[in-house]
C-alpha cells in the first residue's frame, strides 16, 4: 500500500525543481519524490522575499504490509522517507560539492504531517510528543546546571568528550537519526573507559609518558585486564552481564557501521542501545567510586531516556499541547489512549 506524504522545510534546498526522481530498493521499497521550491514573502523590509523548498515523495514497499496497521505503516514509511532524502541530500553534497546543502531532521518540520495511505489521511505527530510532554516551564535552575556543567567541561576534558557525545547522540536518537546516535553512543563509552584508565594508572603513580601508551592497547584488553583487576571485577565481555549487553546492543551495532557499511537503524535497536550504554557506565561508575578511584561527587551517572514511544508521555498534558496547535483533530475521541496501549 503506497504511502504519499509532503512536508515544506524552513529553507530552501539548491535541487533542481520539480522533477521527480525514482530510486528503488530490492524487497524493500520503491520512492518517488521531488523537490519543489516555493516563493515566499515577509513583512520584514529587509527581505521581502525568500524561498523554501517542499518535498514530495511517496513511498510503496515491495515486502507484504498486509498484516499492519494504519499506524505502524505510518511510522515505518514516514522512517524511511526521511532516511532516503537525508541519504540523497549526503549523496547530493558530496557529488557536486556544496557543503552548505544541510540535511533536515525531525525538529526542521512542520509540527504534523499529513499522510495518503490508500484512501485513508492521517496526521502523524508522535515524534514532536516527546517534546510536548518531556520539558516543562524553563527556570533559573535548568540554566544554573548547564552553566555548572560547562564549567566542568572546562576544568576536565575528559568529562566533556564523554557528555558531548552523549549530548549529540540523544538529539540523534528524537530526530531519529539512530546510526549518528550509536556511533556518538560507542565514542562516548570509549571515552569513558579511557578516562577510568588515565585515573587508574595516575592512582598507581605512572608517569604520564607512560599513561600514554597505556591509553593505546586495544579496548577489549584495557577492559578485560586493566580495569577488571583495578575494579577487582571479573568484566570478560562473555559473562560480565553489564558487558555482555553493551557488547551485544551498542557496540556490534557500531562495529556493523564501520565493518559492513550498514546505514539503517531503527528505534528499538537504538533505544536498546542506549539502555545498554546507561548500564554498563553507571556500573562501572559505581564501581570506581567503590574503589575510591573517583569521588561520589564526581560520579558520572547516566539518566533514563525519554523516548520517542507513547508509553513515556503525560496523557492529558499531550493533550493540551495538540489542542493548542490545532491537531487534536487527528486523534479524536479515544484515539489517544488506544494508541497509548499499542505502542
Given at each position: 500500500m503506497a504511502v504519499k506524504l509532503s512536508f515544506e522545510l524552513k529553507y530552501y534546498i539548491p535541487i533542481v525543481d520539480d522533477i521527480t526522481f525514482i530510486h528503488s530498493y530490492p524487497d524493500f521499497a520503491t520512492f518517488k519524490y521531488r523537490f519543489v521550491k516555493i516563493a515566499q514573502t515577509s513583512t520584514d523590509p529587509v527581505i521581502p522575499e525568500f524561498s523554501t523548498t517542499t518535498i514530495y515523495i511517496e513511498f510503496i514497499p515491495e515486502i507484504d504490509v498486509s498484516g499492519w496497521d494504519i499506524e505502524r505503516h505510518a511510522k515505518e514509511a514516514f522512517t524511511a522517507c526521511l532516511l532516503f532524502?537525508?541519504?540523497?541530500?549526503?549523496?547530493?553534497?558530496?557529488?557536486?560539492n556544496i557543503e552548505f546543502t544541510s540535511n533536515f531532521s525531525i525538529p526542521d518540520l512542520p509540527p504534523y504531517i499529513l499522510m495518503t495511505i490508500g484512501d485513508d489521511t492521517i496526521g502523524y505527530t508522535l515524534p514532536h510528543l516527546t517534546k510536548v510532554a518531556g520539558?516543562?516551564?524553563?527556570?533559573?535552575?535548568?540554566?544554573?546546571?548547564?552553566?555548572?556543567?560547562?564549567?566542568?567541561?572546562?576544568?576536565?576534558?575528559?568529562?566533556?568528550?564523554?557528555?558531548?557525545f552523549r549530548s549529540r547522540a540523544i538529539y540523534h536518537l528524537y530526530t531519529e537519526e539512530f546510526m549518528f546516535?550509536?556511533?556518538?553512543?560507542?565514542?562516548?563509552?570509549?571515552?569513558?573507559?579511557?578516562m577510568c584508565q588515565h585515573l587508574i594508572l595516575q592512582k598507581q603513580n605512572f608517569p604520564e609518558a607512560e599513561i600514554e601508551k597505556h591509553l593505546l592497547f586495544p579496548l577489549k584488553n584495557t577492559i578485560e585486564q586493566h580495569l577488571a583487576k583495578?575494579?577487582?571485577?571479573?568484566?570478560?565481555?562473555?559473562?560480565?552481564?553489564?558487558?555482555?549487553?553493551?557488547?551485544?546492543c551498542l557496540y556490534k551495532l557500531r562495529n556493523e557501521i564501520i565493518h559492513t557499511g550498514r546505514m539503517i537503524f531503527y528505534g528499538n535497536e537504538a533505544y536498546v542501545a542506549y539502555d545498554s550504554y546507561q548500564g554498563v557506565i553507571n556500573y562501572l561508575s559505581d564501581l570506581m567510586v567503590w574503589e575510591k578511584l573517583i569521588p561520589a561527587d564526581k560520579n558520572i551517572h547516566v539518566t533514563d531516556l525519554s523516548k520517542n514511544i507513547f508509553e513515556n508521555h503525560d496523557l492529558n498534558r499531550t493533550k493540551e499541547e495538540l489542542e493548542k496547535r490545532g491537531i487534536l483533530t487527528f486523534l479524536e475521541?479515544?484515539?489517544l489512549e488506544t494508541k497509548s496501549s499499542s505502542g
Open positions: 532524502i537525508n541519504q540523497y541530500l549526503d549523496a547530493y553534497r558530496l557529488a557536486n520539558i516543562g516551564t524553563p527556570n533559573r535552575d535548568m540554566a544554573k546546571l548547564a552553566t555548572e556543567k560547562i564549567i566542568v567541561w572546562d576544568a576536565y576534558s575528559r568529562f566533556g568528550v564523554i557528555d558531548k546516535a550509536i556511533i556518538e553512543l560507542q565514542t562516548s563509552f570509549e571515552a569513558y573507559i579511557r583495578a575494579l577487582k571485577e571479573n568484566l570478560d565481555f562473555r559473562i560480565n552481564p553489564h558487558i555482555v549487553k553493551w557488547n551485544r475521541g479515544d484515539d
